[in-house]
């Protein structure tokens, strides 16, 4: 194996805790790579104005492979009140640089598994009438990335030249005697390469490892025009995996289904705001956010995460308390995408027996309130639980 670079980008809060424990692992494992350190996060929009410095751009642009941690993002009154007093006035807005990346490397697949390890207590557990049993979740959300509400297509009090091209739109009587100052838009704006791409992707997803169904869940029957394209683009899809059966369902009744049934989802393909709902919702179902780990895959770019955000409460904690799987798990994502399906399979294996014994738990594996007091009832340190998975390596 040819030696390879990553760019690391812990960002904000634990995520500079948890990105050194992934790393750890890998080396464990054998991966050969320099990691070259980006500069990512809340710290960088207060000094520079921008959240995602040129820098760390260029790095990507070049090296094509990322591993982020997680960053701090706040609203808007709240990010111009922190940005240095000398840059505010100059035109500097606060975008999340995730989001921005995604956009600008067009990272518009992105790839968010749900699997339950057999043991871990966080699991979910039905009743069956006569007791209770734990279903088997092994389902995989491919959300489309870069499109839809998160494209940032917004405004507050819109431009003239902007609501009297709404005002074509019939529906928009209903805002006839609306102030422009007292009004907010967002755009959902799908296209229909992006759609074709998306729910090929998840097509491909489920062929390759065996699954029996693709499920678009977005919202035709009320939000008509985009999710209806997505649908429409999968019926075209489908037609190319005949042994692969094509389900829809809405996004408010999959989370309803997501609890009666998960066992019978296999890849889901949603837009991108219906895809964070319900990958965060089956994410709950295997472990929570600790569990939950993500890919951005662009056609040259890829940048690999876990879907936590920062909890700055607990970047200060020593010992610290947070559980450092979904970064881990992040990283086993990035040995597919590099074609080290062997050391990825170690990993997520390593990461399956610890789970099974249960005698290495963080505090959220115990179901505690988190604070500096959780080891007192038994939580693993954040480096406790990289040290098992590397000993089970």
Not at 301 to 314: D, I, L, Q, W
Request: aromatic fraction near 8%; hydrophobic fraction near 40%.
């Amino acid at each position: 194996m040819a030696g390879r670079t990553i760019v690391t980008m812990p960002g904000d809060g634990i995520g500079k805790t948890v990105l050194p424990e992934a790393i750890r692992v890998l080396e464990a494992v054998g991966f050969k790579a320099d990691y070259i350190p980006g500069d990512i996060g809340w710290d960088f929009w207060c000094r520079e104005g921008n959240a995602l410095p040129d820098r760390t751009v260029k790095l990507l642009e070049q090296h094509k492979v990322g591993l982020f941690g997680a960053i701090t993002s706040k609203p808007k009154d709240k990010a111009q009140a922190e940005l240095d007093p000398a840059l505010r006035g100059r035109g500097f807005q606060y975008f999340s640089p995730i989001v921005t990346m995604r956009q600008l490397f067009d990272l518009d697949v992105c790839v968010r598994p749900c699997k339950s390890f057999p043991g871990n207590p966080l699991n979910f557990i039905r009743s069956r009438g006569d007791g209770f049993e734990e279903p088997k979740v092994d389902a995989v959300i491919f959300r489309q990335n870069t499109e839809g509400l998160y494209c940032g297509v917004e405004w507050t009090n819109p431009p003239a030249d902007v609501r009297k091209a709404l005002e074509t739109h019939k529906k928009m009587k209903a805002f006839a005697n609306v102030p422009s100052e007292d009004m907010a838009l967002s755009l959902r704006i799908f296209t229909r390469p992006a759609c074709r791409r998306i729910v090929q992707a998840g097509f491909e997803h489920a062929k390759k490892h065996g699954y029996k169904s693709v499920t678009i869940c977005e919202k035709p029957n009320v939000i008509r025009e985009t999710s209806g394209m997505m649908e429409a683009e999968a019926r075209k899809v489908a037609q190319e995996y005949p042994g692969i059966a094509l389900w829809s369902t809405n996004i408010d009744a999959q989370m309803m289904w997501l609890t009666k049934n998960p066992e019978d989802y296999g890849v889901i393909v949603s837009g991108n705001m219906f895809g964070d709902i319900v990958s965060d919702g089956f994410a709950g179902l295997v472990g929570g956010l600790g569990f939950a780990c993500s890919a951005n895959i662009g056609r040259e770019v890829a940048v690999f995460e876990p879907t936590h955000g920062s909890a700055p409460k607990y970047e200060k904690l020593s010992p610290s308390i947070v559980n450092p799987v979904a970064m881990i798990l992040a990283a086993v994502m990035m040995l597919d995408h590099l074609g080290e399906k062997a050391m990825s399979e170690r990993i997520t294996a390593a990461v399956a027996k610890v789970v099974a014994k249960s005698r290495i738990r963080t505090y959220d594996m115990l179901r505690l309130a988190g604070g500096p007091d959780v080891f007192k009832s038994g939580a693993a340190t954040t480096q406790q639980m990289t040290d098992a998975i590397i000993a089970e390596l």
